[in-house]
């Protein structure tokens, strides 16, 4: 058995697999087919300050080796989630960590404040670059001064282990990057989804309800990839990386690239106890190549 | 209800129409509890165009041969894959999803069972339920043209069958809700799954009538788990996934009056 605990920044991870917010509920919901605590983090859905409805059906559309979702944030609010929520999942032996969004800088830092004062969640993944909707979200992750100004406003509400999720929809994903480092993020997690588009050719029109959606699945991963590599050359805090992973072949490429810890999202719907395994395959390649820890591969691409 | 990742085995497939096909799925081990409504999400192998599961609800679960039956409608590539599957193939299938229809389990109501092209499938579990409850169901079952009727004499087994096509080549010319019988008798409860349209016009008959009714929705969706919030309906609640909190709803939770 090699050692697969990793840290990312003064949070512990017992493997470096965590599942994506809005592709593995509540963690509840796949309770019936893994061991929820044998992974390193559990990211839950979106959560905003006010409730949101999200955008209308149809959310999804299929494509080559992926999909695309506009579901737009739907979620039950922050003080839903710490009443109700919140005491479900507060035991699970594992980071419980919650993906957070807003449409002003205000809204993002009085939600995390609301979350910092959870004690069983120790991180929170701040979600600059949601592309389904219009106010906010994506709007900040794009530029510079909006990913610092929200990330600004969170750092002074939040005192635990600060993630910022960045989007790929941008000219150079490594300049947010820095800009949400030196505004005091404690990690970078990439990357969310690329934005993209489906016809019906029969009706003529937009597949999903609001024209475009993000597209994930193994269709990004070689996109994810790369920006995982310039990304985690650019900056000092740890690299989160994410997209298409669904092998341990998939985590071992970003954890080679310079990721600290993976996320694993769109796999989680083809396969529900796929997490589990690719920890597993990661300890199995680590043990036949004669490694004692996960550390001595990360970031080792000459 | 525990959920499952099980590698089932075909045992048969058998083409029940010029496009549907009959999966009979089986396990050494006993298989899980399901109940009629509920569904499986089918992993296809070898499709480069398919990447997502395949919700199928469940058509029939035979206890005494330990048999799960499937009925799909070969739609794409996806679907047409699992129509060539084999015996002895092994299926990955996600199961039992959704909640299920509600049962009612009263030798004194009178049940219809209303179902259009391959909505008719979970109609057959339900019925046979039904029946096994000492229940006598009626199943109203509508189609395009009599051979896309499907599985006629299995419903037989379990009630009363009363049949519309619309172009008049089997039983009464016309939609399910044409037919004479919603005319001449009176109902209590009544169950429905098929296309939408046709759902629709039967809670239509069912809310003038005053009478219970849930319907067994299929919106598009990603992993039948209640997680990715693809599949969501709105309803008096706000938007809830037919995956989780469906496929099942009363049409009175359905923002379906319009």
Not at chain 1, 229 to 252: F, M, R, W
Not at chain 2, 88 to 112: A, Q
């Amino acid at each position: 058995m090699a050692k697969l605990n990793v840290n990312i920044g003064a949070l512990s991870l017992k493997n470096p697999v965590m599942t994506a917010s809005g592709t593995f509920g509540y963690g509840l919901e796949f309770a019936d087919f893994m061991p929820l605590d044998g992974i390193g983090g559990i990211i839950v859905k979106g959560t905003t300050l006010k409730p949101r409805e999200g955008n209308d059906y149809p959310r999804m559309a299929e494509t080559a080796s992926g999909m695309l979702n506009c579901v737009g944030l739907q979620n039950k609010g922050v003080d839903y989630f710490c009443e109700h929520i919140y005491p479900q999942i507060k035991d699970i032996d594992t980071n419980m960590i919650v993906n957070v969004s807003g449409s002003s800088p205000e809204d993002y830092a009085e939600c995390a404040a609301r979350i910092d004062a959870l004690e069983n969640i120790p991180a929170i993944e701040l979600n600059i670059s949601c592309p389904n909707v219009r106010d906010g979200g994506m709007a900040f992750g794009v530029t510079c001064a909006g990913a610092s100004s929200v990330v600004k406003a969170v750092r002074q509400a939040y005192h635990k282990t600060l993630i910022v999720k960045l989007s790929p929809n941008v000219t150079d994903i490594t300049e947010i990057a820095r800009a949400v480092e030196a505004e005091g993020a404690d990690a970078v997690s990439l990357i969310n989804t690329l934005m993209g588009m489906a016809i019906d050719i029969e009706k003529r029109k937009k597949v999903l309800s609001i024209g475009t959606g993000g597209l994930s699945g193994p269709a990004v991963k070689p996109v994810a990839l790369r920006m995982v590599y310039q990304v985690a050359k650019a900056v000092k805090i740890p690299v989160v990386g994410l997209g298409g992973i669904s092998t341990a072949k998939d985590a071992l490429d970003f954890l080679m690239c310079g990721a600290t810890a993976i996320e694993i999202g769109t796999a989680n719907f083809l396969d529900p106890a796929v997490s589990i395994k690719v920890r597993d395959g990661i300890n199995d390649w680590l043990d036949s190549h004669g490694c004692q820890s996960v550390e001595e591969i990360i970031g080792c691409l000459e | 209800m525990k959920k499952y990742i099980l590698d089932l085995t075909v045992k048969t497939v058998e083409r029940i129409s010029p496009k549907h096909v009959l999966i009979r799925l089986t396990d050494e081990k006993p298989l899980p509890e399901m109940v009629p409504g509920q569904f499986v999400e089918l992993r296809v192998d070898g499709s480069a165009t398919t990447f997502l599961r395949r919700p199928i609800s469940i058509n029939f679960v035979d206890r005494k041969q330990n048999e799960l039956w499937l009925m799909v409608a070969m739609v794409g590539d996806g679907t047409r894959r699992l129509g060539e599957l084999k015996a002895g193939d092994k299926l990955n299938c996600v199961l039992p999803l959704g909640n299920g229809f509600t049962s009612h389990p009263s030798p004194l109501t009178s049940h219809l069972l209303v179902g259009g092209g391959v909505g008719v499938a979970p109609l057959l579990y339900l019925g046979a339920q039904m029946k096994a409850q000492g229940m006598e169901p009626t199943f109203l079952l509508g189609a395009r043209t009599a051979s896309d009727l499907l599985m006629m004499d299995e419903f037989k087994k379990y009630g009363r069958v009363c049949v519309t096509t619309e172009d008049g080549s089997e039983g009464e010319k016309g939609f399910v809700t044409n037919h004479s019988l919603l005319q001449q008798e009176r109902f209590d409860m009544i169950y429905t799954c098929g296309p939408t349209p046709m759902m629709k016009a039967v809670a239509r008959y069912a809310r003038e009538k005053g009478i219970e009714c849930e319907a067994s929705l299929e919106n598009l969706m990603a992993c039948g788990l209640g997680a990715c919030l693809c599949c969501v309906e709105k309803t008096t609640e706000g938007n809830l996934c037919v995956c989780k909190d469906g496929p099942v709803f009363n049409i009175k939770k359905l923002l379906w009056q319009n």
